[in-house]
């Protein structure tokens, strides 16, 4: 079973895989995680990533791809000693060459995408929600001054440390990672759509809604029962 789970910034769809992955016994495979992952790793892969990450640009397609089938090795492999399911996508593929890829990969083992779970929450209230995020200057710890705010104003919770508003928080280049979002994605979505895979969930409701709203998909497209 591979699971792909589309949705904008914000859209909560990060908080989805976490709950998802372990329930379905998926690995989580989040670019985000492995694009920092190859930072803190310092090679070249790594500046070069963290160079068009500071930009505010999204990472070309083949640095993508090669990051993630290495990633995917390793799970076939996992899979194939039955010790997980598959894989859940979570911020990949973003372009329609990425989706290619993706199935290039999966074909590679045998395997395909079984489903891909669209998350739509307005973008203006992406837009409002990602704006109140603080991140810890000292500790990297996030809040969001609505849904998670600190104790004391502008105070980190764990260290003290002062809370700042990163520049890629500001409504602006919020705006801009949502633009682009939504055009990489229409294709990405057509080409998914045109066989079937597409199916849209409303990402504007409590977390648990939402998740419940996923395992119904899930159990439908798998013709297994979600153990909750
Ligand atoms: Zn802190």
């Known amino acids: 079973m591979n699971i792909i789970l589309m949705g904008a910034q914000g859209s909560g769809k990060g908080t989805q895989a976490r709950v998802l992955g372990p329930e379905l016994n998926l690995v989580k495979v989040a670019t985000g995680d492995l694009f920092r992952a190859a930072i803190a790793a310092g090679n070249e892969l790594g500046q070069k990533v963290e160079a068009i990450l500071a930009r505010g640009d999204l ?14 090795a390793e799970i076939a492999r996992a899979k194939a000693a039955g010790e997980v399911e598959g894989a859940l996508f979570d911020g990949f593929p973003r372009t329609a060459a990425q989706a290619e890829a993706l199935d290039q990969i999966l074909a590679d083992h045998d395997d395909r995408v079984t489903v891909v779970i669209e998350l739509q929450v307005d973008p203006e209230k992406l ?14 710890a996030v809040y969001n001054l609505e ?18 508003q990163r520049d890629d928080d500001k ?9 682009l979002y939504a055009e990489q994605t229409a294709p990405l979505l057509t080409y998914y759509g045109q066989r079937g895979l597409v199916e849209q969930v409303d990402g504007d409701r409590p977390i648990a809604d939402v998740t419940a709203a996923i395992e119904v998909i899930v159990e439908k497209r798998t013709q297994t029962k979600v153990t909750r």
């Not at 990472?59 to 990051?67: G, Q, R, S, Y």
């Not at 837009?127 to 990297?140: E, Q």
């Not at 849904?147 to 700042?164: E, S």
């Not at 409504?171 to 633009?179: K, N, T």
């Open 59 to 72: 990472v070309p397609d083949e640095l993508t791809n090669a990051i993630v089938r290495e990633r995917l």
């Open 127 to 140: 837009v409002d929600r990602l704006s109140k995020r603080r991140v810890c200057a000292n500790c990297g």
């Open 147 to 164: 849904a998670d705010p600190p104790a004391v104003a502008g105070v980190c919770d764990r260290c003290g440390g002062a809370l700042v």
């Open 171 to 179: 409504p602006e280049p919020i705006r801009r990672r949502l633009a």
